[in-house]
């Protein structure tokens, strides 16, 4: 389409997106550094860093902020809902149907509805099981 620039896919950004396709665990830019440096040796936290928040501005990655630690990046980016673990700090996908009625409920407050993000806190399956054995 004339007019349309399509966003650059450098080796890195490539690497990068490889890394994270198929992930369910929301690995934080330390994580995916680790896996990409593997492959390209020479790259920096610093790069990945960059090319994350990049990815994510063009809609490729969802970034998801944690109130208590780094942010997590998820491939997945229909939307959906999340759940963090107070205990082992794993972020979770969360199979709940996306409540679009929020963005009718605020139009008529007035309101202009882009999209909306939901975070879950508490403890996860495991962390929970664990705790009720303790």
Do not use: W
Not at 62 to 69: A, D, L, V
Not at 74 to 85: A, E, G, N, S, V
Not at 94 to 107: C, I, K, S
């Amino acid at each position: 389409m004339p007019g349309l620039k399509l966003p650059r896919m450098t080796k890195q950004r490539r690497a990068i997106l490889a890394a994270l396709q198929g992930d369910t665990s929301h690995p934080t830019a330390e994580e995916i550094y680790l896996r990409v440096k593997r492959e390209l040796p020479h790259i920096s936290l610093a790069t990945v860093y960059r090319n994350l928040r990049r990815l994510a501005e063009e809609g490729l990655v969802q970034e998801i902020p944690t109130p208590h630690g780094p942010a997590r990046y998820d491939p997945t980016t229909r939307p959906h809902y999340h759940f963090l673990c107070d205990e082992c700090g794993r972020v979770y996908d969360v199979r709940l149907a996306v409540q679009n009625r929020f963005h009718h409920e605020l139009a008529l407050q007035g309101f202009k509805v882009r999209a909306h993000e939901m975070m879950f806190y508490g403890l996860c399956p495991a962390c929970n099981r664990q705790n009720a054995q303790s």
